[in-house]
C-alpha cells in the first residue's frame, strides 16, 4: 500500500505494531494511533476514525517495471531478512490454479467506489484477463497481465462514451474504435483513439481474508456482466 501520510495538516512518521488477523497495523509517532494497512484507517486513538490518502500504486515484477521506468531508482534494506512470499512464481501459481470455491489465501484486486467496494479474484480474471464492470454508476475496467502477476484498474470511459474492453495479444483493444491500448499506461497507441489514455485507479491487492476482513460489505464480482 502507497499512502499520503500527511493528515489535518501535519506529517505522520509511521512505524509497525504487528499483525491484527493477519491485516498489518501500522501506529504514528505523533499521537499513537494504530492504522489499518489495508484501509489506512486509524482504529485506535487520538485520530481513530481518520484515513490517510490512498495513492496510485502498481504491484508488478521487476522485469516489468524496470521496462517501463528504465531510470528508476529502488528502495531496499538490506537489514530486513525473511522469505520471500511474493514472488512472480508463488503470485502466478495461485492466478493460474483454476477453478474452485475461494479460498482465504485468494488474491483480489479490491476497488472502493463512492458507497460500496467490489473484489475481483485473480483466477478469475485469468480467463479473459479483462473485466468490464460498472461501481457506483462508474464504468470501470480491471484487467490482468499476460504475467499473470500484474493488474491494473481504470476509468473505461473516453470523453463522455463508455468503452468495452477485450484482451488482444498483450493489449486492450476497445470494441466501439478497434482502438489498441497499453495495458499497463492506459494510453491508446493506434487506432481512432490514439493519444487518448485512460484514468487509472487506485485499487488495493490483498489476500480474500484481509480485504473481506476491512470490507464485510464487498461484493465479488462474478466473472461475467457488469455490475450494479
Do not use: C
Request: aromatic residues 8%; glycine residues 12%; charged residues 25%.
Amino acid at each position: 500500500m502507497v499512502y499520503d501520510r500527511t493528515i489535518e495538516g501535519r506529517t505522520l512518521e509511521l512505524g509497525a505494531v504487528g499483525l491484527d488477523e493477519g491485516v498489518f497495523i501500522l501506529y504514528d509517532r505523533q499521537t499513537g494511533s494504530w492504522w489499518n494497512q489495508i484501509l489506512g484507517r486509524a482504529v485506535r486513538g487520538p485520530l481513530e476514525g481518520q484515513r490517510l490518502r490512498k495513492r496510485a500504486s502498481t504491484l508488478t515484477t521487476w522485469g516489468r517495471w524496470r521496462a517501463l521506468h528504465p531510470d528508476t531508482t529502488v528502495f531496499s534494506d538490506p537489514g530486513l531478512t525473511g522469505r520471500r512470499r511474493f514472488t512472480e512464481e508463488s503470485v502466478s501459481r495461485v492466478t493460474l490454479s483454476g477453478d474452485g470455491p475461494i479460498v482465504g489465501e485468494d488474491l483480489i484486486v479490491g476497488v472502493e467506489g463512492e458507497s460500496s467496494a467490489r473484489a475481483y479474484l485473480l483466477r478469475r480474471l485469468a480467463a479473459g484477463r479483462v473485466a468490464n464492470d460498472t461501481l457506483d454508476g462508474e464504468p470501470i475496467v480491471v484487467v490482468l497481465a499476460e504475467d499473470a502477476v500484474t493488474p491494473r484498474v481504470f476509468r473505461r470511459s473516453a470523453g463522455e462514451r463508455a468503452l468495452t474492453f477485450r484482451s488482444v495479444g498483450g493489449r486492450l483493444r476497445d470494441e466501439e474504435t478497434g482502438s489498441s491500448w497499453d495495458i499497463m499506461t492506459g494510453r491508446a497507441l493506434d487506432g481512432p483513439l490514439e493519444g487518448a489514455e485512460l484514468e487509472p485507479m487506485v485499487f488495493t491487492q490483498a489476500l480474500w481474508y484481509a480485504w473481506r476482513g476491512v470490507r464485510p460489505d464487498t461484493t465479488l464480482w462474478d466473472g461475467e456482466g457488469a455490475g450494479p
